[in-house]
């Protein structure tokens, strides 16, 4: 299958980016490389752009529709978390505009044997890097029922959580879980009927809460921002969509923080904590997707932008 992803929020990211032509700019989560194209759309002879991505299939078709861009593109197959150390190989240590487009692509959820999807029967694995050793189905089968509960409950916002990971541990007594088609049956028998019903799929929170886990999405995130926000050009963006509260609510307070970092009491008269602002938030509420892209792209039901600008 060849890698297919509808960039959600495209026109009002690229806008948000604010593109100057012969800038250097970051898509720290390539994909099929559509945010990446319409940048370099908008550079000129001295613009460039560098594309990070650690999914083999991603960077191969990123390359192929980025092809005709020549010299302008560099693609480099590593998590954004490295991107500094990356950025730092290739000479860089300042750039113009940041993009991340987190969460799993439509290439990776209808991709069967990635086991992404709780629609598909497809051994467990759900690695956005596949030469990571671990798999969704060491997560399942040998976490503790307490550790599953916890990402469960954290990662995935299931009140049903604590009878998932019951069920899960019980099934696994009698023989290991090995594919997706059997967690989601399993799940299913964890939630009562009338839940299901009325609350969409009922693996969809559980299987979001293991991706997470494995991949470290929350983790890389968190300790990712301040450095993005730090190797930004004065007047440079950082633009991140995400598509769920756990991500957007760490993208939210790390903004607010980087504009705002003073510790000082409210009633000093003037700070004296010396923390400075890096810049400002320019979405005070995050940028939503239009009635028109939500009737053709059904992924872009729950994403949401953020924008920052560094100072």
Known sequence: MGFEHKSVLLNETIEGLNIK???????????????????????????????????????EAA?????????????????????KSKLQEQGIDKVDGIVLDLGVSSYQLDTADRGFSYREDAPLDMRMDRRQKMTARDIVNDYSEMDLY?????????????????????????????????????????????????????????????????NRELEVLKNSLDDMIEILNPGGRLCIITFHSLEDRIVKSAFKKNENPCTCPPDFPVCVCGNVSKGRVVTRKPILPSEEELEYNSRSKSAKLRIFERS
């Open 21 to 59: 032509p012969d800038g250097i700019y970051v898509d720290g989560t390539l994909g099929g490389g559509g945010h990446a194209y319409e940048v370099c759309r908008r550079l000129g002879e001295k613009g460039s752009i560098i594309g990070i991505d650690q999914d083999e299939a991603a960077i």
């Open 150 to 214: 916890r990402v469960i409950r954290d990662y995935g916002e299931d009140k049903f959580a604590k009878n998932i990971a019951k069920h899960i541990v019980a099934a696994r007594g009698e023989s290991p879980i090995e594919t997706t088609g059997q967690l989601t049956e399993i799940i299913r028998a964890s939630i009562p009927m009338k839940y299901q019903k009325k609350s969409g799929h009922p693996a969809k929170r559980t299987f979001q809460a293991i991706r997470i886990e494995l």
């Open 63 to 83: 390359g192929i529709r980025l092809k005709d861009f020549g010299e302008k593109v560099t693609i480099i197959r590593s998590n954004y978390c490295d991107m």
